[in-house]
């Protein structure tokens, strides 16, 4: 078997070392659930539950890339008087959120890098705390650090060409589409309802300067279907695609505008995300040599997310290529 028909789905123990206040979504019973759903029964995936990482200087490197010092600062100077909050309330701090954090970024560094040498055609990383909403200096909506946003620049910086972030998360991602809002070279397509938290993602935020055009939102009502969210997607994957040409596609796969999820209010099933990995990959395959790097955003229905991101996942799997099951089980 070629290392390009695996899909490997990697993550690591020291992100359930972030541990939210009680009553907070953001819990780490939702990293056991995704794994959980990709343990059982195995499937076309390889698992690697402790999967190697950067040195924390190198993390801490690339973090610095797109963020400010006193972001890390702030986060350090947080978990030492933990339990704490960073930038506010939505934003809990325990004693290890810093670990956690520099392991999800860590995550997200490394897969970038493998895809980069050749080693990694395509993957999922299970990581929290997710990332989208992060800013350069600020952290915002349960994420620290911008794991996506990491690990499109690696690409983006390692090849000098064009890599496009796909976010179908409920949630637009302000924190995504603020740090790429003047690049040509890294496009932001995201799917979302709105108006909805945090505000952003309207239709003609587009980008500006040199990104002018590279940045697409596509805001969607209340309620919102497979069919409703899947074509959006689909007609974003079209118009960025061709206008890009994208070497590698990056996806902040949040599952949180599942219909059963507790924050989202959307209507959006297992074969809602199946048919958007589908298009994705699809897209991977026609610009980017089909190369995928899928991040875990939100989800905050344990069961439903479990079940969605393993139909992702397995949605990832090349077609007519499907290898023999190799899933840790
Ligand atoms: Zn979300």
């Not at 400010?68 to 930038?87: F, G």
Request: aromatic content about 6%; hydrophobic content about 45%.
């Amino acid at each position: 078997m070629k290392a390009s028909d695996i899909v490997e789905v990697r993550s690591h123990p020291d992100q359930l070392r972030h541990v939210p206040r009680p009553g907070h979504p953001e819990v780490p019973a939702r990293l056991r659930s995704v794994l959980g759903a990709l343990a059982a029964n195995g499937g076309p995936w390889e698992l690697e539950q402790e999967a190697v990482l950067p040195p924390d200087d190198d993390i801490l490197g690339v973090i610095r890339w797109l963020h400010e010092p006193s972001l890390i600062l702030r986060l350090v100077e947080a978990v030492e008087r933990a339990p704490s909050t960073l930038d506010g309330p939505d934003n809990p701090v325990s004693e290890g959120t810093l670990r956690a954090a520099l392991a999800a970024a860590g995550l997200a560094v490394q897969a970038a890098l493998d895809l980069v040498n050749g080693r990694l055609h395509r993957a999922f990383l299970a990581v929290r705390p997710p990332g989208h909403h992060a800013e350069a200096d600020r952290a915002m909506g349960f994420c620290f650090f911008n794991n996506a946003a990491l690990a499109a620049e690696v690409i983006a910086r390692a090849w000098q060409a064009p890599v496009l972030v796909v976010d179908f998360d409920v949630h637009h991602g302000n924190g995504t589409q603020r740090l790429f809002w003047e690049r040509p070279d890294v496009g932001y397509l995201s799917v979302h309802r709105y108006p909805f938290y945090p505000g952003t993602g309207a239709a003609d935020e587009v980008g500006e300067g040199a990104g002018r055009g590279a940045t697409r939102n596509f805001p969607l009502a209340v309620g919102a279907d497979d069919a409703v969210y899947a074509s959006a997607l689909e007609a974003g994957l079209e118009e960025l695609g061709s206008r890009l040409k994208p070497a590698a596609i990056v996806v902040s796969a949040g599952f949180d505008a599942h219909a059963g999820d507790p924050l989202g209010g959307m209507e959006v099933t297992e074969a809602g995300f199946e048919r958007m990995t589908r298009a994705i990959v699809q897209a991977a395959e026609t610009w980017g040599g089909g190369r995928i790097l899928s991040l875990l955003e939100g989800g905050y229905d344990l069961q439903a997310l479990g079940r969605s991101a393993r139909a992702h996942v397995a949605s990832l799997v090349i077609p007519g290529e499907r290898p023999a099951v190799t899933g840790a089980s």
